[in-house]
């Protein structure tokens, strides 16, 4: 599980891509992402789809700001990402992963 960030600055937004290892699911069938950015909503979740062994999907987001982030598995399982940036409490008790759009110094800027 890993998140890839390529910031552009010219554009305030931030290009986060989200990785979940196939090889840490492989019955699943159906990953989607869900967070801040679409709203937690059932209609919007961001299908992500296999590629270099990876389930991936690429969001854009205005850069400034913290957004909480979880995994959906087969509409069943939630997941959290193993490398987010940071944790926080769900309002249902569990905790969610955050992806933080703030550009460091170790990111890629374009």
Known sequence: MSLKKQFFDAKHTVKVTFCLPEEAFKE???VKVFGDFNNWESAKGIPMKVKNGE???TVELDTGK???FRYLIDNKVWENDAE???????????MNSVVMAFPEKTDLQL
């Not at 987010?84 to 769900?90: G, I, L």
């Open 66 to 68: 913290e957004y909480q």
């Open 55 to 57: 389930f991936q999907a």
């Open 84 to 94: 987010a940036d940071n944790y926080v409490p769900s309002p249902f008790g569990s």
């Open 28 to 30: 699943a069938k159906e």
